[in-house]
């Protein structure tokens, strides 16, 4: 119970730490980029007494350190100031533009791990045959191909020509407002009110974006994948196996996987968060109304309040997700603890 206490201790103190790492750098990069946050909100034309009259409002005649505390205190109470592209609040737009991006990311990470991991494993089984090299090659397109040019190659293939996907949104202009939102998650909350078409158009304007975001972490997966096997089909205990005469199929599943699974979660977690970053183009190309799309609008207003709070949003994201993998890793990975 005590190491139980400790550990739990521990992982408390360093998750804080590093997110108030993460606000010190957010809130750095605020202050020394050429953007004037008093200006994006009077205009160049204010006078002299109005410009002044703002920045003491928005705390900006203090010193530094003293306005690095008071963000600390807003941050964790969740105030983020107040967005000039949209007029309302940063926490509760990101509140509503976040569960798009995470309903976007979730299909995709689901996507990249079912077509990833088989693809890894299946290249380490045939290894330097032209099986191999195809999914080499297919890794290397997910690693070098520019994530707008396929998601405008995706609308025009599949959704112009074909017509097999429904185009750009998150759900056709006449399905909108129909369901209550209560996760914010519309696939969930379609479901959660038995409106099924809705439900199925939502996932009609998803899996194009989605696919195509998975594209970049099947490529990772797959590449990561492949490693850490032919690293374990390469042992003495696979030798092995295989002189016993056991299955190819559990030479390679059961005594080459399963040892694997660790370090994949490490593969996985990461992947995922730079899913919910990198979606910033994807959103655009498909107007998807996500964080990206939300922080791409904000950068172009130099609505610097936006831009800060997606930034530590994503960044707490990346720090979550890596402390639960790392939680994750000392569940299944005994040696460890």
Do not use: C
């Amino acid at each position: 119970m005590k190491r139980t206490v400790l550990s739990l201790g521990g992982f408390i103190i360093v998750t804080l730490l590093t997110f108030i790492g993460l606000m010190a750098i957010t809130f750095f990069i605020g202050r020394v980029i050429p953007i004037d946050p008093v200006l994006s909100i009077v205009g160049d034309r204010a006078t002299q007494e109005q410009y002044d009259t703002v920045r003491l409002a928005l705390g900006l005649d203090r010193p530094l350190i003293i306005q690095f505390i008071s963000y600390i205190g807003d941050v964790f109470q969740g105030e983020l100031g107040h967005s000039i592209s949209t007029n309302r609040p940063v926490a509760s737009d990101l509140l509503k533009v976040f569960p798009a991006t995470l309903e976007m990311a979730t299909l995709g990470i689901v996507i990249g791990v079912g077509v990833g991991v088989p693809l890894g494993v299946w290249a380490a089984a045939y290894h330097g045959t032209w099986i191999d090299q195809i999914i080499r090659v297919f890794a290397l397109l997910g690693y070098s191909v520019p994530a707008f040019w396929l998601g405008l190659v995706g609308l025009v293939v599949f959704y112009a020509n074909l017509g097999w996907v429904s185009g750009p949104g998150r759900v056709d202009i006449f399905y909108e407002g129909l369901v209550e939102p209560r996760t914010g998650l519309l696939l969930i909350d379609s479901a959660l009110a038995g409106d099924w078409d809705v439900f199925w158009n939502a996932l009609d304007h998803l899996i194009l974006p989605a696919s195509i975001l998975a594209f970049f972490s099947v490529a990772y997966i797959a590449r990561m994948t492949r490693s850490f096997m032919l690293d374990q089909l390469g042992q003495e205990y696979i030798t092995t196996a295989r002189a016993k005469g056991v299955a190819e199929w559990r030479v390679i599943w059961t005594h080459g996987f399963r040892p694997i699974r660790v370090p994949l979660i490490t593969v996985i977690g990461l992947s995922y968060a730079a899913l919910l970053e990198g979606s910033v183009m994807i959103e655009t190309v498909f107007s998807w109304p996500g964080i990206g799309n939300y922080l791409t609008v904000a950068l172009l207003n130099a609505d610097m309040n936006a831009v800060l709070g997606a930034t530590l949003v994503i960044g707490a994201v990346f720090i979550l997700i890596n402390r639960i993998s790392d939680v994750l890793y000392r569940v299944l990975d005994p040696r460890s603890r």
